[in-house]
T-cell receptor
Framework: AQTVTQSQPEMSVQEAETVTLSCTYDTSESDYYLFWYKQPPSRQMILVIRQEAYKQQNATENRFSVNFQKAAKSFSLKISDSQLGDAAMYFCAYRSPNAGGTSYGKLTFGQGTILTVHP | DSGVTQTPKHLITATGQRVTLRCSPR?????VYWYQQSLDQGLQFLIQYYNGEERAKGNILERFSAQQFPDLHSELNLSSLELGDSALYFCASSVMGLPYNEQFFGPGTRLTVL
């Protein structure tokens, strides 16, 4: 079974600075999908960024980018020019590409990292 | 607003009771997923449906059951409730339920068991 680990329960950053959230995962699959979700105080789960394992290029979405190290099974999220609205819980998640079986379709989440942004 | 609706937003009930949580997926989405978020277990996948059929099962207790109806809305039934069932229950939907389809999450139902 796949597991996702976020080793930083809490992180903080000054507004306009850059912060990196860490995520490692364990899988025997060679192809898969990785995600970062944001959960603000409203509790709504919002997709921030997605990475397909077969793509070598790191995904970017505006101020958000990832550092995907497949061999190390590492998937960190970098937030540049941090804004007050970035304050939230961030979850790293894994999704298997394989149809069938109990793993099909589900997202496996890490424990989450609470990000605080200081003005 | 993701387009996924969940009712009710909050639910307070007593141990031993049964409740039903409802989810309406985004227009056009055929697949529905249920997740549980609790302090103890974090975010866990419970079950997935695609076009009315169960597609995948996760850590769903036998006291819990779900179904997806012909109009594609889904219900999660929780029975013989225990204190530990208190959690935020999310529904998510995606177009085809395939791994590369983005899952859009609803606002969740907060269940409190007293």
């Amino acid at each position: 079974a796949q597991t996702v680990t976020q080793s930083q329960p809490e992180m903080s950053v000054q507004e306009a600075e850059t912060v990196t959230l860490s995520c490692t995962y364990d899988t025997s699959e060679s192809d898969y999908y990785l995600f970062w979700y944001k959960q603000p105080p409203s509790r709504q789960m919002i997709l921030v960024i997605r990475q397909e394992a077969y793509k070598q290029q790191n995904a970017t979405e505006n101020r958000f980018s990832v550092n995907f190290q497949k061999a190390a099974k590492s998937f960190s999220l970098k937030i540049s020019d941090s804004q007050l609205g970035d304050a939230a819980m961030y979850f790293c998640a894994y999704r298997s590409p394989n149809a069938g079986g109990t793993s099909y379709g589900k997202l496996t989440f890490g424990q989450g990292t609470i990000l605080t942004v200081h003005p | 607003d993701s387009g996924v609706t969940q009712t009710p937003k909050h639910l307070i009930t007593a141990t031993g009771q049964r409740v039903t949580l409802r989810c309406s997926p985004r227009s056009g989405d055929l697949s529905v997923y249920w997740y549980q978020q609790s302090l103890d277990q974090g975010l866990q996948f419970l079950i997935q449906y695609y076009n009315g059929e169960e597609r995948a099962k996760g850590n769903i207790l036998e006291r819990f059951s779900a179904q997806q109806f012909p109009d594609l809305h889904s219900e999660l039934n929780l029975s013989s409730l225990e204190l530990g069932d208190s959690a935020l229950y999310f529904c998510a939907s995606s177009v085809m339920g395939l791994p590369y389809n983005e899952q859009f999450f609803g606002p969740g139902t907060r269940l409190t068991v007293l």
